[in-house]
Structure formats: structure tokens, C-alpha cells
């Protein structure tokens, strides 16, 4: 069965309770992670979560296979979470397809690829898969989900409150729960206690803006410039910066370009595309003059390399938590070199 970003909410239910793999796909990473982790929350007998990346099963596709069929240590259920890039898990699902005996819920997120990719084509007519797919949310409908998020942790945010959240987090819906969990945290608030937030209490707990955040190093890194790349470095390890946090934000900044880019085509015009997306508030009206510059930069191949990049720094932050901060400034100094103009 196939779901769309608006039915996915729909048919979750039922994927949950009649599927046994699920394939979350798209431009969007935090989307279709947080589905993944909604239908993984809805699963009968979710049990141990067993991760695996895609890279793993392109080198031993028989593996999924073997995990999804094996029992935990103590026989309790479990749920394989699978974590793979374009179609490296490709070989893996078709052999855990052609067994006989009763498999594990299996749940891909598949960053750089769509429902058109040979994996998706595998599942999509399948009574026991779900392949669901997600693009990166506007301005609005993020700062709507961002509320949505709020009213469950017992915060009421207005929509300016919930705009500049949702804002500060690159349209992460990861990043934009941790500022609504930590909101929740200082106001003392809960479903039970609702309480209701201020632009002081979002100052109180750190919530970055477009200009203290992680914004001002994303434009650097991505617009290629190297002369400014150091202080903002310095400034991340000031200000504490996540690693991982910054990473997403300049993964979801990616997304958008990936996204914009194929609306404009090989020669299409960059400005009046921003001008239209700003005037749809798809795009902010403040990021217009940085996504110009750095779709002259990320264009085709290039872009699809830097995709590629991100989610190997992005698997190298994880492995290497102690030294995050070391691997992503190495990561972040290249990808600016290879953005910036040549001489």
C-alpha cells in the first residue's frame, strides 16, 4: 500500500496492525523519521528495536533477513529500524521477501530517495508493506504542526511564537520538538496544567532565532564562505551548539535547495521561483537572498553529492559522539571549499 504526506496520519492505524515493512521516503528526513517513529508507536508488539544501516545490508543482504526472522535474547518481540540512503537496502528487502517464515515489523528510512525507486516499486503493491512518502513542510504548515506539538506537551503558543520556532528549527520537526519539550520544562506545564508561553519565556530557555541560531553558519557553509567559516565555528563552540542539531539544520536547508532546484530545472529562473515560493510562504521572505546564492551553488550532481555527504557526516557524528564536534567542523570546512566560487 502506498500513503501520501496528508493520508499518511490516516492510514497508520491500519499499516501498523496489517503491515510488516514500511518504507518512509522523500526529501524530507525529519518527516518521514517522525512517521517511522509513529508507526513503530503504534505496532502491536514493537519489543527490542534493532538498528541496522543500509550500508551494512548492501554488504550482507542476507542479514536483514536473518535479524528479522531471529528472536531477542530473551524471546521477546522486536522491530528492525532500518537506516539507508537512496537504494542500499534494495537487495536486502528482496531476499527478506522471498522467506517463507514469519518476519519481524521492519521500518526503512530511506534519506535520498522517492517512492519511484526500486525499493519503493518493490513494496508499493504489497498487502503487508507501506512505502509513504514526504516533502519538507512551508512555513505554515510547519508553524501549525509546531502548535500541534505545543497543545500535546499543555503550551499554548500564539502563531508568531509558534512561526518563530518553527523558524529557529530549519522547518526540523525534531529541532522544533526539543524547543517545545524544553519550553514545556521551564513553564511547568503539561496536558493536565496547561500554561501559556511569552516571547520571554522562549528567550529564557535559548530558543535560537534566524540571528543567534544555527542559521547564520548554514547560509556560511552553504554559500561557500570560507572567510567567515572560522568565526563561526568559534562561535559554535561558544554558544554549545549540537553538533547534530546544526547538521540537521543544514540537512533540511539541503532538502529545500533539492526541492527548489527541481521546480526550477536545468535553466530556469532562480529569483522569480524564490520570489513566487516567497509569495506562496513556502519560502521566508529573509532566506530569499541566501537560497539564491546557494542554488547558483548546489546545482544537479553537485547537490546530489552534498546529500550524499550530509548523510555520511551525519552517521560519523552518530558512531562518534565524543569527538562530534572535531568531525563536524572537518566536514563543514570541506563542504565550504567546495561551495565557494572559483577563482
Known amino acids: 500500500m502506498k500513503a501520501s504526506q496528508k493520508d499518511f496520519r490516516g492510514l497508520a492505524v491500519r499499516a501498523a496492525r496489517e503491515a ?3 518504507y518512509f521516503c522523500g526529501p524530507d528526513e525529519a518527516g518521514a523519521n517522525d512517521a517511522a517513529n509513529h508507526i513503530a508507536a503504534l505496532l502491536p508488539e514493537a519489543g527490542e528495536r534493532v538498528e541496522l544501516s543500509g550500508a551494512e545490508l548492501r554488504k550482507d543482504p542476507v542479514r536483514l533477513g536473518d535479524e528479522a526472522r ?26 527478506l521477501l522471498s522467506g517463507e517464515a514469519e518476519a519481524c515489523p521492519v521500518l526503512i528510512v530511506a ?35 509546531v502548535r500541534d506539538m505545543a497543545d500535546a506537551a499543555g503550551v499554548t503558543l500564539n502563531g508568531d511564537l509558534a512561526e518563530r520556532i ?23 506545564a503539561s496536558p493536565q496544567a496547561p500554561r501559556r508561553a511569552d516571547a520571554e519565556a522562549l528567550d529564557a530557555i535559548g530558543a535560537s532565532t534566524e540571528d543567534d541560531g ?22 559554535m563552540r561558544e554558544l554549545g551548539m549540537s553538533p547534530v542539531g546544526l547538521l540537521l539544520a543544514i540537512e533540511r ?32 521572505w529573509k532566506d530569499k537572498r541566501d537560497l539564491g546564492v546557494q542554488l547558483r551553488r548546489w546545482r544537479g550532481k553537485k547537490l546530489t553529492r552534498l ?18 564536534e572535531l568531525l563536524l567542523a572537518q566536514g563543514l570546512a570541506e563542504i565550504t571549499r567546495a561551495a565557494a566560487p572559483r577563482a
Open 20 to 22: 510488516r515493512i514500511f
Open 70 to 95: 531471529s528472536t531477542s535474547l530473551f524471546g521477546d518481540a522486536r522491530h528492525i529500524w532500518v537506516r539507508a540512503s537512496g537504494d542500499d537496502a534494495h537487495d536486502a528487502v528482496e531476499n
Open 111 to 145: 534519506a535520498n530517495a522517492t517512492d519511484k525507486s526500486r525499493t519503493a516499486k518493490l513494496l508499493a503493491s504489497r498487502p503487508d508493506a507501506l512505502v509513504a512518502m514526504f516533502y519538507p513542510p512551508d512555513l505554515r504548515s510547519m508553524a501549525g504542526t
Open 166 to 188: 518553527a523558524r529557529a528549527s530549519a522547518l526540523d520537526s525534531r529541532l522544533a520538538l526539543s524547543e517545545v519539550t524544553k519550553l514545556a520544562l521551564y513553564l511547568d
Open 214 to 235: 544555527f542559521m547564520s553558519l548554514v547560509n556560511t557553509v552553504l554559500g561557500g564562505e570560507t572567510g567567515k567559516l572560522a568565526g563561526e565555528l568559534h562561535r
Open 253 to 284: 536547508r539541503a532538502a529545500q535547495l533539492a526541492e527548489l532546484a527541481g521546480k526550477l530545472g536545468p535553466r530556469g529562473d532562480i529569483m522569480a521561483l524564490l520570489e513566487a515560493e516567497s509569495a506562496a510562504r513556502r519560502v521566508f
Open 307 to 324: 546529500l550524499e555527504r550530509l548523510m555520511e557526516l551525519h552517521r560519523a557524528l552518530l558512531a562518534n559522539s565524543q569527538n562530534a
